[in-house]
């Protein structure tokens, strides 16, 4: 019985450490989105930036082929001015004209003040390039380090489920089923260390004669209250 405790103790170990490296390979998605969120979050003024110019350099791009539309327009009409056999068509083209040249003048007044917001734009960006980039390098280094923890956490849990029916299979029957149901329904926490007199587990006291046999270790012994088996630690006491 004896040696069935100190077993008891180490499968639960194991266990412990399988669960948290399984919640370690297991949360890795959650905790790069979390880095790329903070990224975002850090650098929202360049990212801002980044759309502020990328809209305008759209409209910039459409004024630019409003500007070409008018400008065949504005020949069509020179071309109609040449042609006109008669006054009206004339006085038609001359006034088309004339309404093409003030829209492109409009458009490219346009253009300009884009020009210039986008010129702003890019000194801007370019200024806080560095920040950014640096702030890219450090989040990339973090990932690659919870991938490098990760691929060791699977490696370890590889290695403690292999050696876990080792250590599972000479526990006696009784301590087996014991083990299996107090860890099915304390979730995962079959054992409980008893010390100052009372269960690690639930708080409860533990009476000096059922404290002295914990200690002795000589037998099973579960907790009044909570049924968790009951073990002692010099160390930690
Ligand atoms: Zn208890």
Redesign the pocket.
Known sequence: MGNDLSRLILLQKLDVEIRQLQDEVTSLPVRQEELERQFAVAVTEYLDLKSELENAQTDKRELETKIEEEQQRHQKFKNDLMKSTNEREYTTAVREIDVARKVISQLETETLKLMEQIEKLESSLAEKTPAMELERQQVDRQLAGLRERTVDAEARLVELRSNRPGLYDLLSKEARSNYDRLSRMKSGLAL?EARSH???????S?RPQVFNDIRRAESII???????I?YYDDEAE
């Open positions: 409980a009372s269960c690690r587990g639930c708080r409860m533990i579960m907790c009044e209250n909570c049924g968790r009951l």
